[in-house]
């Protein structure tokens, strides 16, 4: 079996005097794992690009980040359990604060899970000239949508405008009927929801209401090859966050439900450690994923992204009896930037096959030096299945 566990935003750069959050956490796990295999550096989707985590996590997993990424709707949308049909245009979405078509909260007001997922019923199920719209809640004021109905298209643009203001309307991005149709159905369905959400007995009484649904990343679900069609391993995965667990199942891998990991810094990651040690029982291949290194990042915050990354040593421990272990990142997230960056990752192979080399540490800098050299996201699928020995000759 092969376990790949991907850190999020876990590459880093040195920065105000300090050395990168991985060069400065106590991991002796990690760092045993090294002395017992090999490091590079990765460029998940081309040096110097930038990767989303949507498009940095279907290259890592062997899909092809231009012909095979829905777009982020899709993926939110079955992270979030909604199943999904063929010409679908699914989005994100969230509940905001509108009032005289101003965004006063882009969260209406951090609405809490609970109270959220009251109102959501109400707008679960609209049909709009013909096209059925599906509205799923999922955790504070975050949910999906998926627009279902002949002729339908994704080239439109958000009603979110990401940022306090004007609420917008949705505009067809190509002259095509198809998308001036699914832009009109929009609007209408976003005019209705905030009637239907403005009435609630909860949004009276809220100081913010949850009293409209913004919408972006819209894009058109296609089916794509399966994963163990692909690679011949039955693959799982450990993940928190929808949008991870939206990707697994897109290419048709089994999403385990694992209590208390949120997808976030509070995550259960013994829980977590738990679940991958069941997983490979049963299955070739297990994807863990852990996302508190990049929220970190996000916030500038080094201390913290230095003291998850030593919680994540000594909670998964990484001692797990396989063929190969694969340790890397979907993208660098640089703290003192708080943003994603084009910077490699750091990728660590540990594994009876895998030629090791002298590096004691998994760090930036250490893997400078490493085996593995210089790969891309797209080679993590074949060198994995060549660690475990189920590699094919290519030609004869
Ligand atoms: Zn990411
Ligand atoms: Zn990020």
Redesign the pocket.
Known sequence: MALLVIL??VGDIRAKGKGTPLEEAKKPNLDGLVERGAVGLMSTLGMGLTPG?DTGHLAILGYDWKSEYPGRGPLEALGVGMELKEGDVAFRANFATVIKNQIVDRRAGRIETDEAKKIAKTVEKIKIDGVEILFRHSTEHRGAVVLRGKGLSAKITDTDPHKIGELHACEPLEKTKEAKKTAEVVNKWTKKVMEILSRHEINKKRKLPANALLLRGAGMYKKVEGFEKRFGMKGACVAGGALYKGVAKYIGMDVLEVKGASGDRNTDLEAKRKAVESALKKYDFVFLHIKGT?SFS?DGDFEGKKGFIEKIDSAIRFDFETDVIVVTGDHS?PWSLKG?SGHEVPVLFSGELVRKDDVKSFNEYSAMKGGIGHIKGKDIMNMIKNYMGKNEVVGS
Request: aromatic share 0%; no cysteine.
């Open positions: 999020d935003g985590s990049d996000h997230t994603h």
